[in-house]
Each structure stands twice: as C-alpha cells, then as structure tokens.
C-alpha cells in the first residue's frame, strides 16, 4: 500500500533552516507529481510546493520563494524541502502529497516550530 | 491567484439528516484537457487530511456512497445524504487547475 512518512521537523530561530523529508513506498515513485502543503496550528491547508516526476518542472507559493526549495532523489524513493531563512508565519505541520492536481495520498506530516 | 469560498463556515447537523458544502472558485476551473480540478478533502480532528471527491464528482475508492460532489464551471456543492458521528471534521475544497493551488477555507462539520 501507498506510504508517505516526513520526517526532519523540529524547532528552529527565525533565520535558520531545516531539512523536510518524505520517505515513499508503495508505488513507482518516479511516475508521481509529488507536492508539499502545509498547515498552521488551527489553520486551514496551504499549499507549499510541487515537483515532476523527473524533477524538471518545479513550482512555489509566492510566500516560500527563494527560501524554500524542493527536490528528489527517485533512487532512494524521497521528497525533500529545504527551507532557509525561516519566519516564525512558516511555523507549521508540513504534509508530503502524492501528485498534485489531485492529491490523493498524505503523509502525517512533520512539525516545523520557528521561534526565538 | 484563483480564491476559492467556501460556505458555510460552520455545520451544525442532525445525525440522519443531509448535510451542504459550497465551494465557489473565482474563475472557472477547467483545464485546457477539458477536466475540472475541483477535489474536496475531509480532516477529521487529529487526522491528516483525506481526499473523498477528485474531478468534481469522482469518488474516492472507500468513501461512502453517502458522500456525493456536483457542480461545474465556478460553483461546487459536497453533499453528505445522511450523516454520520464519523463524519465530524473540517471539509476543504481545493482547486488543482491553476498555479498556485489553493485551498477554500474549510467548513467544519459538527453534530447537534
């Protein structure tokens, strides 16, 4: 069955950076769309980021460009969002998504803290 | 950026009794493959969020036959015939046609 597991979340200062990352398994990883949305505590679903299946095309929200950028390595079956210069409005639970017209798979997210 | 309103914010509803989410888009969400990207998710508390409705009214394998999608253009409805106490939980529209992807705001579903 479709997996997704994030990992890498944790506490940061305004300005750092943090490592997200999605494990996959369940389903040719390589053939998927893979998105990252988020959601502020008690907020609603936003979303972050996408990238193809080969990683040539890539998108953002307006809010994380230039600091955030995405990836994967379709050898180890992984997503990635590497985010610098965080802002405490980035303090979120960040969800890994399979596609992304439709996401049809979520993972349980991992919960990114930006605070001094 | 496409908004997308959803209304109401809040569902008070009676166990059995029907339930109606809109979700309006801000322009029309057909794409140029002639789809509509208008997917409605559920998140019950605590809970990732779930896709139910994919392409305005395709169900998701495992969702209820009570939960139904309809709409076209810039206007969408989830309809819930009969609900249930698992229902409970925020519902959220999103649209999957333009960059960036948005989100409605959610309409959370209670029990009277």
């Known amino acids: 069955q479709v997996q997704l597991v994030e990992s890498g979340g944790g506490l940061v200062k305004p300005g750092g950076s943090l490592r997200l990352s999605c494990e996959t398994s369940?389903?040719?990883?390589?053939?998927?769309?893979m998105t990252w949305i988020r959601q502020a505590p008690g907020k609603g679903l936003d979303w972050v980021s996408s990238i193809s299946g080969g990683g040539s095309a890539i998108y953002y929200a307006d809010s994380v460009k230039g600091r955030f950028t995405i990836s994967r390595d379709n050898a180890k079956n992984s997503l990635y969002l590497q985010m610098n210069s965080l802002r405490a409005e980035d303090t979120a639970l960040y969800y890994c998504?399979?596609?992304?017209?439709?996401?049809?798979?979520w993972g349980q997210g991992t919960l990114v803290t930006v605070s001094s | 950026d496409v908004v997308m309103t959803q209304s109401p914010l809040s569902l008070p509803v009676t166990l059995g009794q029907p339930a109606s989410i809109s979700c309006r888009s801000s322009?029309?969400?057909?794409?140029?493959?002639?789809?509509?990207?208008l997917n409605w998710f559920q998140q019950r508390p605590g809970q990732s969020p779930r896709r139910l409705i994919y392409?305005?009214?395709n169900r998701d394998s495992g969702v209820p036959d009570r939960f139904s999608g309809s709409g076209s253009g810039t206007d969408f409805t989830l309809k819930i015939s009969r609900v249930e106490a698992e229902d409970v939980g925020v519902y959220y529209c999103m649209q999957g046609t333009y960059w960036p992807l948005t989100f409605g705001g959610g309409t959370k579903v209670e029990i009277k």
């Open positions: 998504a399979r596609e992304v017209r439709s996401p049809r798979y």
């Open positions: 392409k305005v009214s």
């Open positions: 322009q029309s969400l057909v794409y140029s493959d002639g789809n509509t990207y």
């Open positions: 369940g389903f040719t990883f390589s053939d998927y769309y």
